[in-house]
């Protein structure tokens, strides 16, 4: 079974700082996708970022980027020059064949 | 990339009543995926609804409590049945890229359920 494990429930930068948020998996699966997802106070869930199980490169999109340490099964979103907008919470998730699945959640704040 | 719109997008309802939520997605898909959102919980994956089959319920999801209907490839209805105060939550549907791989997966806005 899927299990998605990010470890941070709240975190604090400063803006204009990089910060990164954790998140870890476990499948037995050799294929696989990882995403991260951003969820602002509306609610909506805002695509950022993905990363799969045979990409040899870190998947980067503008101020994003995914640290993907395959054999330590991590999959680290880095967020370069942070922003007030930017406070939200962050999802980590897993797609195995059809279905996705999400970790806990880290609650990210920004501070002026 | 798809556009999902939700309807409603929040409701109020008293307990022992349904509620049916409809997506609606701007392009054919073959899966769609209904999540559940709990109050300052992340999202629990409820069912996979494929045009044309029942749909696919995860452990602890029941089609009797929440039936699903997938009339077509670009729409979809999910129930809550008989609902109770520990059914309020965000219910989302969502739906894979237009090509079905695994890089992309969009989300609708979301229906804010309050029970009372």
Same mark, same amino acid.
């Given at each position: 079974a899927q299990k998605i494990t990010q470890t941070q429930p709240g975190m604090f930068v400063q803006e204009k700082e990089a910060v990164t948020l954790d998140c870890t998996y476990d499948t037995s699966d050799q294929s696989y996708g990882l995403f991260w997802y951003k969820q602002p106070s509306s609610g909506e869930m805002i695509f950022?970022? *993905? !990363?799969?199980? *045979?990409?040899? !490169? %870190? #998947?980067?999109?503008?101020? *994003? &980027?995914? %640290?993907? !340490? $395959? #054999?330590? $099964? &991590?999959a680290n979103l880095v967020i370069s020059a942070s922003q007030l907008g930017d406070s939200a919470m962050y999802f980590c998730a897993m797609r195995e064949l059809n279905d996705m699945r999400f970790g806990a959640g880290t609650r990210l704040t920004v501070k002026p | 990339s798809a556009v999902i719109s939700q309807k409603p997008s929040r409701d109020i309802c008293q307990r022992g009543t349904s509620l049916t939520i409809q997506c609606q997605v701007d392009s054919q898909v073959t899966m769609m995926f209904w999540y559940r959102q709990q109050p300052g919980q992340s999202l629990t994956l409820i069912a996979t609804a494929n045009q044309g089959s029942e749909a696919t319920y995860e452990s602890g999801f029941v089609i009797d409590k929440f039936p699903i209907s997938r009339p077509n490839l670009t729409f979809s209805t999910l129930t809550v049945s008989n609902m109770s105060p520990e059914d309020s939550s965000i219910y989302l549907c969502s739906v894979p890229d237009q090509g079905d791989s695994y890089n992309e997966q969009f989300f609708g806005p979301g229906t804010r359920l309050t029970v009372l």
């Open positions: 950022l970022i *993905y !990363q799969g199980s *045979y990409d040899e !490169q %870190n #998947a980067t999109e503008g101020r *994003y &980027s995914l %640290n993907f !340490q $395959k #054999a330590r $099964k &991590s | -």
